[in-house]
């Protein structure tokens, strides 16, 4: 009986391990988003900022289901990991989509001001 109580906290632990990764690699992401937000050109700063926003409205509903999950048994671990992992991806694809669209004015921003300094 012990050594089955065991291995179901064993297995759970793997789940929160996972997921607790997967929390500060969403939190890390977004700090570094938001410590480069004053390179977004003017024009698309707030599409930037609300992006951020979403991205940490899916931060905030990943650590939500995390949470409910904390104490369950093993098969609801299980279950819930699905859905945790959908929630990772979707949250990987925004930042992907982040960078895809924002990050070019970041760069010509840059260029405008080498731009400016080579001209001085």
Known sequence: MMEAEMAQHSSIHFYFDWAKER?????????????????VHATDAK??????????????????????QDKTAESAWVRAKHQLESGWADFEDDVT????????????????????????
């Open 97 to 120: 989509t982040y960078i895809g669209r924002f990050d070019k004015t970041i760069e010509e921003g840059r260029a405008t001001f080498r731009n400016a300094a080579a001209a001085s």
């Open 47 to 68: 599409a930037a900022r609300e992006f951020r926003a979403e991205l940490r409205k899916r931060r905030d509903a990943f650590k939500s289901d995390m949470d409910k």
């Open 23 to 39: 929390l500060d690699e969403m939190d890390a992401t977004i700090a570094s988003l938001e410590s480069h937000a004053d390179r």
